[in-house]
Protein backbone atom coordinates (compact mmCIF):
# COMPACT_ATOMS: atom_id res chain seq x y z
CA UNK A 1 0.00 0.00 0.00
CA UNK A 2 1.97 3.10 -1.52
CA UNK A 3 -0.57 5.20 0.80
CA UNK A 4 1.26 3.95 3.92
CA UNK A 5 4.71 5.19 2.64
CA UNK A 6 5.24 8.10 5.64
CA UNK A 7 4.35 4.51 7.78
CA UNK A 8 7.24 2.46 9.48
CA UNK A 9 7.82 -0.91 7.95
CA UNK A 10 6.48 -3.07 10.75
CA UNK A 11 3.30 -1.16 10.62
CA UNK A 12 3.01 -0.87 7.00
CA UNK A 13 3.10 -4.32 6.81
CA UNK A 14 0.20 -5.09 9.62
CA UNK A 15 -1.51 -2.14 7.93
CA UNK A 16 -1.31 -4.01 4.40
CA UNK A 17 -2.31 -7.27 5.56
CA UNK A 18 -5.33 -6.88 7.63
CA UNK A 19 -6.22 -4.25 4.40
CA UNK A 20 -6.35 -7.09 2.56
CA UNK A 21 -8.13 -9.25 4.75
CA UNK A 22 -10.76 -6.23 4.89
CA UNK A 23 -11.07 -6.62 0.76
CA UNK A 24 -11.71 -10.26 0.92
CA UNK A 25 -14.63 -9.90 3.28
CA UNK A 26 -15.94 -7.36 1.56
CA UNK A 27 -14.84 -9.32 -2.21
CA UNK A 28 -14.21 -5.60 -3.87
CA UNK A 29 -10.54 -4.53 -5.08
CA UNK A 30 -9.16 -1.54 -3.64
CA UNK A 31 -10.13 0.78 -6.87
CA UNK A 32 -13.16 -0.47 -6.40
CA UNK A 33 -13.66 0.64 -3.17
CA UNK A 34 -12.49 4.41 -4.32
CA UNK A 35 -15.32 5.02 -6.61
CA UNK A 36 -17.66 2.91 -4.82
CA UNK A 37 -16.86 5.71 -1.82
CA UNK A 38 -16.82 8.16 -4.55
CA UNK A 39 -20.21 6.93 -5.97
CA UNK A 40 -21.94 6.72 -2.38
CA UNK A 41 -20.82 10.25 -0.68
CA UNK A 42 -22.43 11.83 -3.83
CA UNK A 43 -26.11 10.29 -2.89
CA UNK A 44 -28.61 11.73 -0.58
CA UNK A 45 -29.27 9.10 1.15
CA UNK A 46 -27.38 8.77 4.65
CA UNK A 47 -27.55 5.04 4.62
CA UNK A 48 -25.87 4.82 1.40
CA UNK A 49 -23.67 7.52 2.18
CA UNK A 50 -22.07 5.53 5.17
CA UNK A 51 -21.94 2.38 3.61
CA UNK A 52 -18.34 1.65 4.50
CA UNK A 53 -18.71 3.21 7.95
CA UNK A 54 -20.72 0.20 8.40
CA UNK A 55 -19.13 -2.25 6.43
CA UNK A 56 -15.93 -1.47 8.53
CA UNK A 57 -18.10 -1.53 11.85
CA UNK A 58 -19.61 -4.94 11.16
CA UNK A 59 -16.32 -6.57 9.97
CA UNK A 60 -14.41 -5.40 13.32
CA UNK A 61 -17.68 -7.14 14.96
CA UNK A 62 -16.63 -10.38 13.21
CA UNK A 63 -13.09 -10.17 14.47
CA UNK A 64 -14.53 -9.80 17.77
CA UNK A 65 -16.74 -12.93 17.33
CA UNK A 66 -13.93 -14.52 16.23
CA UNK A 67 -11.69 -13.98 19.91
CA UNK A 68 -9.88 -11.38 18.22
CA UNK A 69 -8.22 -9.21 21.20
CA UNK A 70 -9.00 -5.08 21.15
CA UNK A 71 -5.74 -4.47 20.11
CA UNK A 72 -6.00 -6.53 17.27
CA UNK A 73 -9.03 -4.92 15.81
CA UNK A 74 -7.78 -1.17 16.88
CA UNK A 75 -4.92 -2.28 13.82
CA UNK A 76 -7.51 -3.51 11.87
CA UNK A 77 -9.93 -0.68 11.93
CA UNK A 78 -6.35 1.64 11.82
CA UNK A 79 -5.83 0.09 8.41
CA UNK A 80 -8.67 1.20 6.63
CA UNK A 81 -9.47 4.71 7.80
CA UNK A 82 -5.95 5.33 6.91
CA UNK A 83 -6.63 3.66 3.23
CA UNK A 84 -9.60 6.08 2.72
CA UNK A 85 -7.77 9.21 4.67
CA UNK A 86 -4.83 8.97 2.60
CA UNK A 87 -7.20 8.93 -0.57
CA UNK A 88 -8.85 11.99 0.30
CA UNK A 89 -12.21 9.99 1.22
CA UNK A 90 -12.10 9.66 4.74
CA UNK A 91 -14.69 7.37 6.94
CA UNK A 92 -16.84 9.67 9.33
CA UNK A 93 -17.07 7.61 11.94
CA UNK A 94 -19.35 8.26 15.34
CA UNK A 95 -17.77 8.80 18.65
CA UNK A 96 -18.01 5.35 20.59
CA UNK A 97 -17.67 3.83 17.07
CA UNK A 98 -13.97 2.47 17.69
CA UNK A 99 -13.02 -1.03 19.37
CA UNK A 100 -11.80 -0.49 23.04
CA UNK A 101 -11.51 -2.48 25.98
CA UNK A 102 -8.88 -4.39 28.37
CA UNK A 103 -6.66 -7.08 26.61
CA UNK A 104 -5.59 -10.32 27.84
CA UNK A 105 -2.35 -9.86 25.87
CA UNK A 106 1.22 -10.28 27.18
CA UNK A 107 1.55 -8.96 30.94
CA UNK A 108 4.26 -7.12 32.44
CA UNK A 109 7.54 -8.45 32.98
CA UNK A 110 8.78 -8.81 36.40
CA UNK A 111 12.45 -9.11 38.09
CA UNK A 112 12.04 -12.55 38.46
CA UNK A 113 11.35 -12.60 34.39
CA UNK A 114 14.29 -10.92 33.46
CA UNK A 115 16.55 -12.76 35.70
CA UNK A 116 15.22 -16.01 34.10
CA UNK A 117 15.70 -14.60 30.94
CA UNK A 118 19.24 -13.48 31.54
CA UNK A 119 20.19 -16.88 33.22
CA UNK A 120 19.01 -18.24 29.94
CA UNK A 121 21.50 -17.62 27.76
CA UNK A 122 24.87 -15.81 28.90
CA UNK A 123 25.72 -14.57 25.28
CA UNK A 124 27.28 -10.82 26.25
CA UNK A 125 25.04 -9.45 23.15
CA UNK A 126 21.50 -11.08 24.43
CA UNK A 127 22.17 -10.02 28.08
CA UNK A 128 23.03 -6.40 27.11
CA UNK A 129 20.13 -6.45 24.76
CA UNK A 130 17.90 -7.51 27.96
CA UNK A 131 19.22 -5.19 29.75
CA UNK A 132 18.94 -2.10 27.85
CA UNK A 133 15.46 -2.88 27.07
CA UNK A 134 14.37 -2.93 30.68
CA UNK A 135 16.50 0.22 31.49
CA UNK A 136 15.31 2.16 28.89
CA UNK A 137 11.68 0.85 28.21
CA UNK A 138 12.14 1.36 24.05
CA UNK A 139 10.47 -0.40 21.63
CA UNK A 140 12.90 -2.91 19.70
CA UNK A 141 12.47 -0.61 16.34
CA UNK A 142 14.33 2.35 18.45
CA UNK A 143 16.46 0.26 20.46
CA UNK A 144 18.13 -1.43 16.86
CA UNK A 145 18.71 2.27 15.05
CA UNK A 146 20.88 3.41 18.18
CA UNK A 147 24.56 4.18 17.50
CA UNK A 148 27.79 3.73 19.89
CA UNK A 149 28.29 7.36 19.91
CA UNK A 150 24.97 7.88 21.33
CA UNK A 151 26.61 6.16 24.89
CA UNK A 152 30.15 6.54 24.53
CA UNK A 153 30.91 9.83 25.57
CA UNK A 154 28.64 9.24 29.05
CA UNK A 155 30.15 5.69 29.15
CA UNK A 156 33.90 6.92 28.86
CA UNK A 157 33.31 9.53 31.12
CA UNK A 158 32.09 6.85 34.07
CA UNK A 159 28.47 8.08 34.52
CA UNK A 160 26.37 5.75 36.43
CA UNK A 161 23.50 6.59 34.50
CA UNK A 162 23.24 7.62 31.11
CA UNK A 163 20.56 9.68 29.13
CA UNK A 164 19.78 9.50 25.20
CA UNK A 165 17.87 11.47 22.82
CA UNK A 166 15.89 9.28 20.64
CA UNK A 167 13.10 10.32 18.09
CA UNK A 168 10.53 7.25 18.15
CA UNK A 169 9.95 5.31 14.68
CA UNK A 170 6.15 4.87 15.81
CA UNK A 171 5.17 8.07 16.97
CA UNK A 172 7.63 10.23 15.77
CA UNK A 173 8.21 11.82 19.64
CA UNK A 174 10.52 12.83 21.10
CA UNK A 175 11.88 10.36 23.95
CA UNK A 176 14.35 10.64 26.36
CA UNK A 177 15.34 7.07 28.05
CA UNK A 178 17.84 6.35 29.90
CA UNK A 179 20.62 3.60 30.69
CA UNK A 180 21.32 2.71 34.42
CA UNK A 181 24.34 0.54 35.98
CA UNK A 182 23.11 -3.11 35.34
CA UNK A 183 22.78 -1.96 31.60
CA UNK A 184 25.75 -0.10 31.14
CA UNK A 185 27.94 -2.90 32.78
CA UNK A 186 26.23 -5.26 30.15
CA UNK A 187 27.25 -3.00 27.55
CA UNK A 188 30.39 -2.31 28.29
CA UNK A 189 30.94 -6.38 28.68
CA UNK A 190 29.40 -6.51 25.23
CA UNK A 191 32.28 -4.35 23.51
CA UNK A 192 34.38 -5.88 24.72
CA UNK A 193 33.56 -8.57 23.31
CA UNK A 194 33.48 -7.26 20.28
CA UNK A 195 36.80 -6.10 20.21
CA UNK A 196 38.29 -9.40 20.81
CA UNK A 197 36.32 -10.82 18.19
CA UNK A 198 34.93 -14.79 17.87
CA UNK A 199 34.44 -17.22 15.54
CA UNK A 200 31.28 -15.30 14.49
CA UNK A 201 32.59 -11.78 14.05
CA UNK A 202 36.06 -10.46 13.59
CA UNK A 203 37.75 -8.02 15.94
CA UNK A 204 36.58 -4.79 15.52
CA UNK A 205 37.22 -1.22 16.04
CA UNK A 206 34.47 0.22 17.47
CA UNK A 207 33.70 4.04 16.28
CA UNK A 208 30.92 5.79 17.16
CA UNK A 209 29.03 5.17 14.16
CA UNK A 210 29.30 1.45 14.74
CA UNK A 211 25.60 -0.15 16.31
CA UNK A 212 24.94 -0.35 19.45
CA UNK A 213 23.88 -4.02 18.72
CA UNK A 214 25.34 -5.49 15.17
CA UNK A 215 24.60 -8.50 13.51
CA UNK A 216 26.46 -11.33 14.05
CA UNK A 217 27.72 -11.92 10.49
CA UNK A 218 31.58 -10.79 9.53
CA UNK A 219 30.12 -7.91 7.91
CA UNK A 220 29.27 -5.10 10.73
CA UNK A 221 25.65 -4.26 10.34
CA UNK A 222 22.47 -2.88 12.26
CA UNK A 223 20.49 -5.47 13.54
CA UNK A 224 16.62 -5.59 12.35
CA UNK A 225 13.80 -5.63 14.01
CA UNK A 226 13.13 -9.11 13.33
CA UNK A 227 16.28 -10.14 14.41
CA UNK A 228 15.55 -8.89 18.15
CA UNK A 229 12.35 -9.86 18.24
CA UNK A 230 13.50 -13.72 16.81
CA UNK A 231 16.41 -13.54 20.17
CA UNK A 232 13.73 -12.92 22.76
CA UNK A 233 11.51 -15.23 21.58
CA UNK A 234 14.46 -17.50 21.85
CA UNK A 235 15.29 -16.42 25.34
CA UNK A 236 11.19 -16.52 26.64
CA UNK A 237 11.12 -19.96 25.02
CA UNK A 238 14.16 -21.31 26.45
CA UNK A 239 12.69 -19.87 30.20
CA UNK A 240 9.77 -21.56 30.01
CA UNK A 241 7.73 -18.12 29.89
CA UNK A 242 6.20 -18.83 26.27
CA UNK A 243 2.68 -17.30 26.33
CA UNK A 244 3.06 -14.86 29.13
CA UNK A 245 5.59 -12.43 28.26
CA UNK A 246 7.53 -10.28 25.31
CA UNK A 247 10.24 -8.20 24.40
CA UNK A 248 7.17 -5.65 24.92
CA UNK A 249 6.87 -6.50 28.04
CA UNK A 250 10.27 -5.64 29.17
CA UNK A 251 8.92 -1.62 27.95
CA UNK A 252 6.05 -2.34 30.30
CA UNK A 253 8.20 -3.37 33.28
CA UNK A 254 9.93 -0.01 33.23
CA UNK A 255 6.93 1.75 33.14
CA UNK A 256 5.32 0.32 35.89
CA UNK A 257 8.60 0.00 38.18
CA UNK A 258 8.95 4.37 37.52
CA UNK A 259 5.29 4.79 38.11
CA UNK A 260 5.67 2.64 41.10
CA UNK A 261 8.89 4.72 42.64
CA UNK A 262 6.69 7.87 42.48
CA UNK A 263 7.61 9.28 39.10
CA UNK A 264 5.43 11.92 37.78
CA UNK A 265 3.31 9.75 34.95
CA UNK A 266 3.75 12.97 32.89
CA UNK A 267 7.45 12.46 32.93
CA UNK A 268 7.38 8.41 32.41
CA UNK A 269 5.65 9.12 29.11
CA UNK A 270 8.58 11.58 28.19
CA UNK A 271 11.36 8.96 29.36
CA UNK A 272 9.59 6.11 27.38
CA UNK A 273 8.20 8.14 24.52
CA UNK A 274 4.29 7.68 24.94
CA UNK A 275 2.31 10.71 22.79
CA UNK A 276 1.55 12.82 25.94
CA UNK A 277 -1.96 13.87 25.79
CA UNK A 278 -3.87 17.18 25.34
CA UNK A 279 -2.46 20.27 26.56
CA UNK A 280 0.25 18.05 29.34
CA UNK A 281 2.76 18.58 26.49
CA UNK A 282 2.90 22.00 25.99
CA UNK A 283 2.75 22.36 30.07
CA UNK A 284 4.47 19.49 31.53
CA UNK A 285 8.07 20.51 30.28
CA UNK A 286 10.82 18.58 32.73
CA UNK A 287 14.30 19.64 31.66
CA UNK A 288 16.64 16.71 31.04
CA UNK A 289 18.39 16.96 33.94
CA UNK A 290 14.96 17.09 35.83
CA UNK A 291 14.14 13.59 33.97
CA UNK A 292 17.76 11.89 34.90
CA UNK A 293 17.56 12.53 38.45
CA UNK A 294 13.90 11.59 38.85
CA UNK A 295 15.37 8.34 36.62
CA UNK A 296 18.40 8.31 39.19
CA UNK A 297 16.14 8.28 42.43
CA UNK A 298 13.52 5.63 40.97
CA UNK A 299 16.29 3.31 39.60
CA UNK A 300 16.09 0.93 42.80
CA UNK A 301 12.61 0.02 41.22
CA UNK A 302 14.46 -0.98 38.36
CA UNK A 303 17.28 -3.16 39.77
CA UNK A 304 17.35 -6.78 38.65
CA UNK A 305 19.97 -7.80 41.04
CA UNK A 306 20.81 -6.62 44.32
CA UNK A 307 23.90 -4.12 44.82
CA UNK A 308 26.90 -6.19 46.13
CA UNK A 309 27.96 -4.21 49.38
CA UNK A 310 31.73 -2.60 49.07
CA UNK A 311 34.97 -3.21 51.17
CA UNK A 312 33.73 0.47 53.16
CA UNK A 313 30.52 -1.31 53.39
CA UNK A 314 31.07 -4.53 54.73
CA UNK A 315 34.00 -3.21 57.37
CA UNK A 316 30.89 -0.52 58.22
CA UNK A 317 27.92 -3.12 58.56
CA UNK A 318 30.50 -5.31 60.40
CA UNK A 319 31.39 -2.34 63.27
CA UNK A 320 27.89 -1.44 63.59
CA UNK A 321 27.04 -5.32 63.98
CA UNK A 322 30.16 -5.29 66.78
CA UNK A 323 28.62 -2.33 68.86
CA UNK A 324 25.27 -3.94 68.64
CA UNK A 325 26.58 -7.22 69.87
CA UNK A 326 28.24 -5.23 72.90
CA UNK A 327 24.83 -3.56 73.52
CA UNK A 328 22.98 -7.11 73.90
CA UNK A 329 25.54 -8.21 75.77
CA UNK A 330 25.11 -5.30 77.93
CA UNK A 331 21.36 -5.80 78.51
CA UNK A 332 22.03 -8.94 79.23
CA UNK A 333 24.18 -8.06 82.19
CA UNK A 334 21.95 -5.94 83.62
CA UNK A 335 18.91 -8.17 83.25
CA UNK A 336 21.03 -11.05 85.27
CA UNK A 337 21.89 -8.48 87.40
CA UNK A 338 18.24 -7.49 88.44
CA UNK A 339 17.15 -10.87 88.52
CA UNK A 340 19.70 -11.67 91.01
CA UNK A 341 18.69 -8.76 93.36
CA UNK A 342 14.88 -9.80 92.57
CA UNK A 343 16.07 -13.24 94.16
CA UNK A 344 17.47 -11.75 97.24
CA UNK A 345 14.88 -9.96 97.87
CA UNK A 346 12.44 -12.23 97.99
CA UNK A 347 14.71 -14.55 100.00
CA UNK A 348 15.47 -11.37 102.59
CA UNK A 349 11.62 -10.99 102.45
CA UNK A 350 10.76 -14.75 103.50
CA UNK A 351 13.14 -14.55 106.10
CA UNK A 352 11.51 -11.38 107.80
CA UNK A 353 8.35 -13.10 107.11
CA UNK A 354 9.61 -16.11 109.32
CA UNK A 355 10.93 -14.58 111.49
CA UNK A 356 7.50 -12.33 112.41
CA UNK A 357 5.17 -15.22 112.76
CA UNK A 358 7.84 -16.75 115.33
CA UNK A 359 7.55 -12.97 117.46
CA UNK A 360 3.70 -13.63 117.08
CA UNK A 361 3.82 -16.91 118.69
CA UNK A 362 5.90 -15.58 121.26
CA UNK A 363 4.08 -12.20 122.38
CA UNK A 364 1.09 -14.72 121.82
CA UNK A 365 1.73 -17.47 124.51
CA UNK A 366 1.40 -15.51 127.94
CA UNK A 367 -2.19 -14.66 126.82
CA UNK A 368 -3.05 -18.45 126.13
CA UNK A 369 -1.58 -19.13 129.88
CA UNK A 370 -3.94 -16.28 131.14
CA UNK A 371 -6.95 -17.79 129.26
CA UNK A 372 -6.48 -21.06 130.35
CA UNK A 373 -5.94 -19.88 134.05
CA UNK A 374 -9.40 -17.81 133.69
CA UNK A 375 -11.48 -21.09 132.53
CA UNK A 376 -10.11 -23.25 135.83
CA UNK A 377 -11.17 -20.97 138.26
CA UNK A 378 -14.64 -20.94 140.05
Not at 163 to 191: H, M, W
Not at 208 to 236: C, G, K, T
Not at 254 to 265: C, D, H, M, Q, W
Request: charged share 30%; proline share 4%; hydrophobic share 35%.
Amino acid sequence: MSELSSRSDSTREKYSQWFARFTEWVAEDPAAMLRTRKENLRSEDIATQRRYESRLKAWVADLEDQRYSTSTQQVAWASVCSFFEMNYLPLRMRRGDYPEGDNLGYRAATRGDIARLLETDEDPRLQAMVLCLKDMGQRVSDLVRLRVGDVRKSLDAGEEHIQIKIITRKNRVLARPCLGPEAIDSLKAYFDYREKGTEEIAQEDIEDDSPLFRAHVQEIRFLNRSSVSSAMNYLVERSGLAGEISAHSLRKFTETRLEAAGVNPNWVDQIIGHRVPGTRRNYSLPTDEELLEAYRTAYPQLRVFDIPASAEEMVRQSEVLKRQEGELQSLKTDLALALGQRSLMNETMEKMRREIDELKAVVNQPANRVKQFDRRRP
